[in-house]
C-alpha cells in the first residue's frame, strides 16, 4: 500500500534558524497536502501541491513539490516560536481515493 | 475556511461502556466524512471512510463492528466506540471537505475528541 515517509522527526531549532521537513512517497502522488498541529490541537491546512515541480509560498514558508510527483518539502524560514508544532505532509494517490499521511515534524523552537 | 465541530471534546469513561462522537460540518454539506485516530505524538491513521446514506468504508485492521459509524445527514456523522477498553483512548478526529471534495481536495479538521477509557 502507499506509504508516506517524512524526516526527521523531531527538530529543535533556535529561534531565527531555519527549518526544513521533508516528505517521501512511495508512489507517485495526485497531490500532496499540508498540515500543521499545535500542541494539543487538531490538524489545520496549509497548502496544497497538485503540479510537478510547483512551489508555493506563504510568508516564510516554502512548499515545493517534486518533479516525480513522490516527494515534497517544507521549508520555514527564519523560524519563530509561533511555528512550533507538527508539520504533518499528506499525499493522495493517483486514483484520488486514499489520503495518506506522513507521520509528522516535531519542531521546537527556542527563544 | 470551512468548520467541522466535533462534540464532545473530552469523554472519561469506564471500561464495557459505549461512547458516542458526533462530527458535524456547520457551513457545508458532506457526503463523505473521514475518522482518523492520533495516539500521543503519532500521525494520523484514517479508520474509517464515513458516507452519507450508505455504510462506512473500513481501513484494513479496524473493526466495524467495534466501531460503529453512522452518516445519517449530510452534516452529522457519529463514531460509537462500542464496549470501550483502555486501549482505546486515543484522540479521534473527523475531517470532511466542500460537497465537491474526494479526498484530493482540502480537508478540514473538527477539534478532536479525546478519549480516556479507564
Known amino acids: 500500500g502507499q506509504q508516506v515517509m517524512q524526516i526527521p522527526q523531531y527538530q529543535h531549532v533556535q529561534e531565527g534558524e531555519d527549518f526544513t521537513t521533508y516528505c517521501n512517497s512511495s508512489t507517485t502522488l495526485s497531490n500532496i497536502q499540508w498540515y500543521k498541529q499545535r500542541p494539543g490541537g487538531h490538524p489545520v491546512f496549509l497548502i496544497q501541491l497538485v503540479k510537478s515541480g510547483e512551489v508555493k509560498k506563504q510568508k516564510r514558508l516554502t512548499f515545493q513539490f517534486g518533479e516525480a510527483k513522490k516527494n515534497s518539502s517544507l521549508h520555514i524560514t527564519a523560524t519563530q516560536t509561533t511555528d512550533v508544532g507538527t508539520y504533518f505532509c499528506?499525499?493522495?494517490?493517483?486514483?484520488?481515493?486514499?489520503?495518506?499521511f506522513g507521520g509528522g515534524t516535531r519542531l521546537m523552537v527556542k527563544p | 475556511g470551512a468548520v467541522v465541530s466535533q462534540h464532545p471534546s473530552w469523554v472519561i469513561c469506564k471500561s464495557g461502556t459505549s461512547v458516542k462522537i458526533e462530527c458535524r460540518s456547520l457551513d457545508f454539506q458532506a457526503t463523505t466524512m473521514f475518522w482518523y485516530r492520533q495516539f500521543p505524538k503519532q500521525s494520523l491513521m484514517l479508520m474509517a471512510t464515513?458516507?452519507?446514506?450508505?455504510?462506512?468504508?473500513?481501513e484494513q485492521g479496524v473493526e466495524k463492528d467495534k466501531f460503529l459509524i453512522n452518516h445519517a445527514s449530510l452534516t452529522l456523522s457519529t463514531l460509537t466506540v462500542t464496549s470501550a477498553h483502555p486501549e482505546d483512548s486515543s484522540f479521534y478526529i473527523c475531517?470532511?471537505?466542500?460537497?465537491?471534495?474526494?479526498?484530493?481536495?482540502?480537508?478540514?479538521f473538527g477539534p478532536g475528541t479525546r478519549l480516556l477509557v479507564l
Open positions: 464515513s458516507n452519507e446514506g450508505s455504510k462506512a468504508t473500513y
Open positions: 475531517s470532511a471537505g466542500p460537497p465537491s471534495a474526494l479526498q484530493q481536495e482540502t480537508q478540514y
Open positions: 499528506a499525499g493522495t494517490n493517483n486514483a484520488g481515493n486514499m489520503l495518506t
